[in-house]
């Protein structure tokens, strides 16, 4: 079964902190695809970041970055230097054809 | 547009009413999804389409659920009979070709928020 966890159901930092939001994910499977995305209040689903099973190579984009551990199952997702427009719902999600989402993880950022 | 756009935005029925919920994915995108969000929840997955073809329905939670596409293009879900709940934000996302494995990214819209009374 697929099944993807976030533990942290709310997170609330201070702006210009860095925040770390967890994602560990279960499959079966040796190929599969990881997905980050973010709901802000307007409800669209925004996506951040795909990673394939195959690449652990983490990567960093601006404020953001994903380090993803095959060993321990986790896409884990940091924001450096948080600003208040971070605040929002992020999913993490295990794709096949369809996706697996997370609960997700709401992060307030207070100036 | 260039997005997915979702219609109505706000769907409020009374229960025991059917509703129509409409998609219009990106141009061109051969396969579409539906997808249920619980208010604080993670989108659940309901169906799939690869043009005009519903080749999973295994999400669907009932058989007074119901989504068609019959052209390939703008999809609908219908539900019948709709119960307390119905009441979730109903997501609908496309991606740009078809996929045995979800490598693309799937383009979601705003959702249609529906509440049942």
């Known amino acids: 079964a697929q099944k993807v966890t976030q533990a942290q159901t709310e997170i609330s930092v201070v702006e210009k902190e860095d925040v770390t939001l967890d994602c560990v994910y279960e499959?079966?499977?040796?190929?599969?695809?990881l997905f980050w995305y973010k709901q802000p209040p307007s409800g669209e689903l925004v996506f951040l970041i795909r990673r394939n099973s195959f690449d652990e190579q983490n990567e960093i984009s601006g404020r953001y970055s994903w380090n993803f551990q095959k060993s321990t199952s986790s896409f884990n997702f940091t924001i450096t230097a948080s600003q208040v427009v971070d605040s929002a719902v992020y999913f993490c999600a295990l794709g096949f054809r369809e996706f697996y989402f997370g609960s997700g993880t709401k992060l307030n950022v207070k100036p | 547009g260039a997005g997915v756009s979702q219609s109505p935005r706000y769907k409020v029925a009374k229960r025991g009413q059917d509703v129509a919920l409409r998609c219009d994915p990106i141009s061109g995108h051969v396969s579409l999804f539906w997808y249920q969000q619980a208010l604080g929840q993670g989108p659940e997955f309901l169906t799939y389409?690869?043009?005009?073809?519903?080749?999973?329905k295994s999400g669907l939670p009932s058989d007074r659920f119901f989504a068609e596409r019959p052209e390939g293009s703008v999809s609908t879900l219908k539900i019948q009979r709709t119960q307390q709940e119905d009441s979730a934000v109903y997501l609908c996302?496309?991606?740009?070709?078809?996929?045995?494995?979800?490598?693309?990214?799937?383009?979601f819209g705003d959702g249609t928020r529906l509440s049942i009374l």
């Open positions: 499959t079966r499977d040796t190929t599969y695809y």
């Open positions: 389409f690869q043009n005009e073809a519903q080749l999973d």
């Open positions: 996302a496309s991606s740009p070709r078809e996929s045995a494995l979800s490598n693309q990214p799937q383009h």
